[in-house]
């Protein structure tokens, strides 16, 4: 059957065009059903059941569900129990979903591919009973709901018996779940069976929490306490949102909540260097951390300061005046220079998220209204309603946002799933990966299918193919216990005196072809994530482990860079190939220093190791006269129990003449590599930039030094690197390290992007100071590395192109993912370690060293180099009411006084850490000030220690000028290249 629709449209030359769209019908679409009898279906394909039982006690007969879209989009936490099946999605509403949500889809199709669940797909839109057409005048949304009513009745005529035929009790029912109140009494008038999502989840026997999972989407919340006024101004509608920004009197961006005041943020607005600055509840105006949103600035003479004060969220609850803004304007400053300021009117598109975090309990006895604390301070609590409050009072649990009213001070959401107990490592550590939203399920059967059979053998066409290097002296150089080894090298002397030098990576292209299900993998996880005790590959470990590994004695597939280098470390000539190789060994960095150093040894590794280091040596000095920046971060290992995994000791990652080798030569290599590929293809190449910092990154830094005597010069990098080396004090080893660590916190993100969507004089990374750089050194663990093989493998013949490959906007896009992945993969390495920092603590109270980091209003940040950790001392009056002490804080000079002591930056102080147990849901470690000693004060309050996430954060290209904290657990692979 063929329905057709025939249109006239205009086009730009003024002629009419004729346009017949053809929409085909059949009568031999399967309904799904065991019971039916009428469409023909083989038996293998039974997916709803013929009798199905009854858990419903308003609805106790034989039923199917048949669900609308909006409860798809609100209450896919309910569905993805398995209290609900039987099931039908119709196609218009799948449709629906796909287009509004891409996230619910996923999780919408994942549901269905269970075929436990028997959720059954019917195809309405070509079924000539049930397809029905738009009329005049009609909207989308009613003409969808109309064709769901359809369906609903078809299925209720198609399923009844014949007259006769079947026994009353076999008449299987269907049952329309909408929350729609329209949608809802049109299908009652129709003489359908319809009800609410929440009447009947909440009449579902055996199941206690699933009326717990609601959305509380079209909830709308009493204040407990009459005769307030709203807390939040109301959103501007999209229309004046749209009207607004079009006519400039808005701006949008996206919303970046503050980790230290959560009544502060900051809207970053492309195109505009400062952020706009938003404090206060009617500032914020209910966005949350990631929102995209509409901002109006205020009038100049209105304009703010970023707080001083660190405030956190510690309301019991008790009511809704935020009185903390009291306190928070009483911080603001006048003398210093203003930022642009203003309140947001409108939220253009939610982030929400599922976050973990804990519960806290209402102290009325059997009320089912609770608050949820989030494990990340950036997101405020929530209200969720659970039955289980008991249960999930000492569990890690999940909640999902669904809406924030006017009148209540934080969101309402929902209770997810249970996690497991807090504290328990198994359990913390799925947390930290569910929060930095980290892939970490195991691969697929499809995804495992596209690996290549064992035994793995290299054939004569693969000789053929490629450079044969077996005969060269190869060797590699890693962190002891490292499995993913992805570079090695190689260095001879020529005839003619110059060397040829040779990094050799692992040619992980060959094994994951574009389009797999691997590669697909691959793209989504961006990269491998180390945390302390174990490692999230980014491919499966018979790749990673093995076949792409550049193991010692084994032969494997390499992409090679191969340098004719004079005696001053110069490039005559570059090639690529792609290569065999046979590593001679695979050294630790101790055991390459160690034949470096023992002059004794004269085999052809050892010399290979010595000329490879005296030419690094050449490359680094030249890369800092140039203007590279050396800088620094807190960096600590732990050594942990071969059989529990638990930390035992914590050490300082010792550097040695062998780690800056390799770094150098990999630098090289990546630099050669954006050299060619750009050569070849300027619009797609895959590189990476580090924008240069705006001046007013630099304040704290400059402040700092000028306080301390030290003049910092922002000029230019090179500048800022000499400022930096001459900034040395005597009396304070670790000032110069310090200030390199406050350094680090000014820089902005290196990012990678695609060569056609970015102007040429954009390309510089400022870290590095070079004006191209990319990718090519890791591509066991970074997908970006996968991507710069495919280009080079194209532009030397040794491999052909594929249309995404060359599309810069599909690039590009590709390019953020791996942004946001790297990104994230950074903060679960550090908020491992932060968890690892507290099992290590348990039970012990040690004192250690540490130095005054920032000095603020009302605290005292400290960092502990040897944990790389650092903590807040409170300072403030209603923080340490109880100690007869007085602080003064002078903001210009950045020091707290207190009679003749003073704290300033980079200070030296001992603390006594410990770890607060005596509240199982907000566990953490505390620092109790030793020395210098105060009379009365010793025991100041302190916040978590976790390492500060900010998104101005420098993940650069080397270790000496790494942001991360830590470097991973020694058994795993942990060079930055």
């Not at 919303?255 to 230290?260: C, D, G, I, Q, V």
């Amino acid at each position: 059957m063929l329905t057709t629709k025939t249109f006239l449209r205009k086009t730009k030359k003024g002629n009419i065009l004729k346009i017949v769209r053809e929409h085909y019908l059949r009568d031999d679409i399967w309904c799904g059903s065991s019971i039916c009898r009428k469409c023909a279906h083989q038996d293998n394909e039974l997916i709803l059941e013929k009798i199905p039982l009854s858990k419903n006690k308003i609805f106790p007969f034989p039923h199917y569900i048949l669900l609308d879209t909006c409860v798809v989009l609100n209450q896919i936490t309910v569905l993805e129990e398995d209290a609900l099946c039987n099931v039908i999605i119709l196609q218009t509403v799948l449709e629906e979903v796909k287009h509004r949500s891409s996230s619910v889809y996923k999780r919408l199709k994942d549901i269905i591919g269970n075929p436990n669940r028997k959720f059954y797909v019917f195809v309405n839109e070509h079924h000539k009973d049930t397809y029905v057409e738009r009329e005049p005048g009609e909207k989308v949304n009613d003409r969808n709901d109309r064709a769901i009513r359809v369906s609903v009745a078809w299925y209720e005529s198609h399923l009844m018996p014949n007259k006769g035929d079947r026994k009353k009790k076999d008449y299987v029912r269907v049952i329309l779940l909408t929350d729609d109140a329209e949608n809802k009494q049109k299908a009652e008038n129709d003489g359908l069976l319809v009800a609410t999502v929440g009447d009947y989840v909440r009449h579902v026997d055996n199941c206690p929490g699933l009326e717990d999972r609601l959305s509380q989407h079209n909830t709308t919340y009493e204040l407990q306490a009459g005769g307030r006024e709203p807390l939040f101004p109301s959103h501007l509608t999209p229309s004046q949102i749209h009207e607004g920004i079009k006519s400039g009197k808005l701006l949008q961006g996206s919303f970046l909540a503050s980790r230290e005041n959560f009544l502060e943020g900051q809207v970053s607005v492309e195109g505009q260097d400062k952020m706009v600055l938003v404090q206060g509840c009617v500032g914020l105006n209910r966005a949350v951390d990631g929102d995209i949103v509409a901002v109006k600035l205020l009038p100049k003479e209105e304009w703010s300061v970023p707080s001083h004060m660190v405030l956190q969220d510690e309301d019991d609850d008790s009511g809704d005046v935020l009185e903390e803004e009291d306190t928070l304007i009483k911080s603001r400053e006048t003398q210093v220079e203003k930022l642009p300021t203003g309140h947001i009117v409108g939220i253009i598109r939610r982030k929400w998220r599922q976050y973990c975090g804990i519960l806290q309990q209402n102290p009325i006895k059997g009320s089912v209204r609770h608050i949820f604390v989030p494990a990340e301070k950036k997101i405020p609590k929530v209200r969720i309603e659970t039955r289980q409050a008991d249960t999930l009072s000492n569990q890690r649990i999940v909640v999902t946002i669904d809406s924030w009213p006017r009148n209540s001070r934080y969101p309402l959401g929902h209770f997810v799933r249970a996690l497991g107990k807090i504290g328990d490592k198994d359990t913390e550590n799925e947390v930290l990966l569910l929060e930095h939203d980290v892939p970490h399920s195991k691969f697929s059967e499809t995804v495992l299918s596209c690996l290549p059979k064992l035994p793995w053998i290299i054939s004569e066409k693969d000789v053929q193919s490629r450079v044969d290097l077996r005969h060269v002296d190869i060797c590699s150089v890693d962190p002891p216990g490292c499995t993913d080894i992805d570079d090695a090298l190689h260095c001879m002397e020529l005839e003619n005196g110059n060397y040829e030098v040779g990094v050799h990576i692992a040619d992980v292209s060959h094994f994951i072809r574009s389009g797999t299900a691997i590669d697909k993998e691959a793209a989504l996880r961006a990269t491998t994530v180390y945390l302390v005790d174990k490692r999230i590959d980014m491919v499966p470990e018979l790749l990673s482990s093995n076949l792409c590994s550049l193991l010692g004695n084994e032969e494997r597939f390499a992409f090679s860079c191969i340098w004719e280098l004079t005696q001053e470390a110069e490039v005559v000539n570059t090639r690529f190939c792609k290569s065999i190789i046979r590593s001679r060994q695979a050294m630790t960095y101790e055991e390459a220093q160690m034949k470096i150093d023992d002059l004794t040894l004269q085999d052809n590794l050892s010399k290979s190791l010595r000329g490879l280091n005296s030419l690094a040596k050449i490359l680094k000095k030249r890369r800092i006269e140039n203007g590279a920046l050396v800088l620094a971060s807190p960096e600590i290992r732990f050594q942990v129990d071969s059989e529990t995994l638990d930390p035992v000791e914590v050490e300082t990652k010792k550097l040695r003449e062998t780690n800056s080798m390799v770094e150098e030569f990999m630098l090289l290599a990546n630099i050669s590599v954006a050299n060619k590929i750009l050569e070849d293809f300027p619009e797609c190449a895959m590189l990476r930039r580090h924008p240069k910092p705006p001046l007013s990154n630099f304040e704290p830094l400059v402040k700092a030094g000028r306080n301390l005597g030290f003049e910092i010069n922002i000029e230019s990098g090179k500048a800022l690197a000499l400022s930096l080396d001459n900034a040395v004090r005597p009396d304070n080893a670790f000032f110069n390290t310090m200030l390199r660590i406050l350094a680090t916190r000014c820089m902005m993100q290196a990012v990678y992007f695609a060569s056609g969507m970015v102007q040429r004089d954009e390309f510089f990374h400022y870290g590095l100071a070079v004006p191209i750089y990319t990718h090519f050194t890791s591509p066991i663990r970074r997908y970006a590395d996968i991507i710069v093989h495919r280009l080079l493998a194209v532009s030397i013949g040794a491999d052909v192109t594929y249309p995404e490959l060359l599309d810069k906007r599909k690039s590009q896009t590709l390019s953020h993912n791996l942004n946001y992945r790297n990104r994230m993969a950074q903060y679960a390495g550090r908020a491992s370690v932060a968890l690892h920092t507290h099992l290590f603590f348990r039970g012990k109270v040690q004192d250690e060293q540490g130095y005054v980091l920032y000095v603020r209003k009302n605290a005292l940040q400290i960092l502990i180099p040897k944990y790389g950790l650092e903590g807040t001392l409170y300072l403030s009056p209603h923080k340490a009411e109880k100690l007869n002490v007085t602080f003064v804080y002078n903001e210009e000079e950045q020091t707290q006084k207190c009679g003749d002591v003073s704290f300033r930056p980079f200070d030296p102080v001992t603390v006594q850490l410990s770890l607060d147990q005596s509240n199982l849901q907000h566990e953490k470690i505390i620092m109790k000030l030793v020395n210098p000693q105060i009379l009365g004060f010793s025991v100041p309050s302190v916040d978590s220690v976790k390492r500060k996430e900010s998104d101005k954060d420098l993940e650069m290209e080397i270790s000496d000028v790494s942001t991360s904290p830590v470097r991973k657990k020694s058994s795993k692979k942990q060079k930055t290249k």
